[in-house]
């Protein structure tokens, strides 16, 4: 009978009680990551940072002499690796930089002040009208000149084409890979800024569609809350796991503490695992192992490695911080068991009072 019931009890621990506790730390870590003011206001910027780097990669692809990019992509890509100035100097020029860091980055910040209760909720307007003007600068207004110089020039079939989209009739927003004639490329480029600037509207809601109380309302702390009510679930499976298995107090506890600690240490191992495998993936790649995977792709990932860990770091480090914690809570319990066991054997050796004859 005891061993039926140790048996049942593991069961229950490996089959439910330890892949729940498992899944709620995840759950909860990135719930924390998601709500978390550090994410919104430090990880636009981290990941802006790193837009040069995944441009430059776009570029290389294009130059790579076995990349299985199609020929109009190629072709574009091939004409902007050779204008000047490259892509992180354009973005500092033309003011895309400070429009990312100051306006894009603001409104998350003030996203995350109402998300954390510093501030009444409110319409948060990100200002698009400067990244318009983006389109408008001098600097690009020459980028985009030398890029149309780069291309090859047109065939008659592709210069009717140019000139069906310069008068809005082109049936799709497919651009020619080619170079128009003198008398069409500032008509063209006038066009590309054109149909860029009038796709982009000058204001954005973020808080479009979103329903906060309109007072001050901490809702990351109270969805943080609910979540650590989750835990209940895998505490509760893992008492019955226990107590199913269990014959004294001090192996319920020691049960208890045992399962908590594998949950906890598997997600503890695997996050920490992931940290560090998710970046060498990104520049590794899957190209030996699939082959949908091209070699432009595994070109360009070479440079998603330090945006995948800007990524990782954020958003698996709350997973790592709550397994963290629910290993020292496994810990304590599995101690805690052994003060049972010494409160036994001092009664065991307690000397028993001579009976009266």
């Given amino acids: 009978m005891k061993q039926t019931r140790t048996i049942l009890g593991l069961l229950i621990m490996i089959f439910l009680a330890i892949p729940v506790l498992f899944g709620m730390i995840w759950a909860v870590g990135f719930t924390q990551a998601v709500v978390s003011e550090k994410t919104l206001t430090e990880l636009p ?12 990669g776009m570029l290389l692809a294009a130059r790579d002499e076995n990349s299985s990019l199609d020929y109009d992509s190629r072709t574009w890509l091939t004409a902007m690796a050779g204008a000047n100035p490259p892509p992180k100097e354009l ?28 501030t009444a909720a409110r319409d948060i307007w990100l200002d698009m009208r400067p990244l318009k003007m983006v389109f408008s600068h001098p600097t690009m207004e020459r980028w985009l000149s ?9 065939s008659s079939g592709q210069a009717q084409d ?16 080619c170079r128009p004639d003198a008398a069409q490329k500032i008509a063209a480029i006038s066009s590309i800024r054109s149909h860029i600037i009038r796709e982009i509207p000058d204001q954005v809601n973020l808080m479009k569609d979103a329903h906060f109380p309109h007072n001050r309302f901490n809702v990351a702390r109270t969805v943080r809350s609910f979540t650590y009510l989750l835990f209940l679930i895998p505490a509760v499976l893992i008492a019955v796991g226990a107590l199913v298995a269990a014959s004294s107090k001090s192996r319920f506890f020691r049960w208890s503490g045992a399962a908590t600690m594998i949950g906890g240490g598997l997600v ?31 070109i360009f990932s070479d440079h998603m490695g330090g945006l995948a860990l800007v990524v990782s770091r954020h958003f698996i480090s709350p997973v790592t911080a709550v397994a963290g914690t629910v290993c020292v809570v496994g810990l304590l319990l599995f101690a805690f068991s052994f003060t049972f066991t010494r409160e036994t054997t001092a009664k065991a050796q307690t000397p028993q009072p001579p009976q009266a004859s």
């Fill in 162 to 177: 140019w000139e069906q989209i310069m008068l809005n009739e082109s049936p799709n927003d497919v651009l020619p890979p």
């Fill in 45 to 56: 910027g981290e990941i802006i940072a790193e837009v040069p780097d995944l441009l430059d």
């Fill in 268 to 298: 503890l191992a695997m996050s920490s695992l992931l940290k560090g495998v998710i970046p060498w993936a990104m520049r590794i790649g899957p190209v030996n192992y699939s082959s949908s995977w091209t070699h432009w792709q595994d």
């Fill in 91 to 118: 973005m500092k020029e033309t003011g895309l930089n400070d429009w990312m860091e100051k306006e894009l980055s603001g409104s998350l910040r003030t996203l995350g002040d109402i998300l954390n209760g510093k």
């Fill in 146 to 154: 030398q890029v149309m110089e780069n291309l090859p020039v047109c």
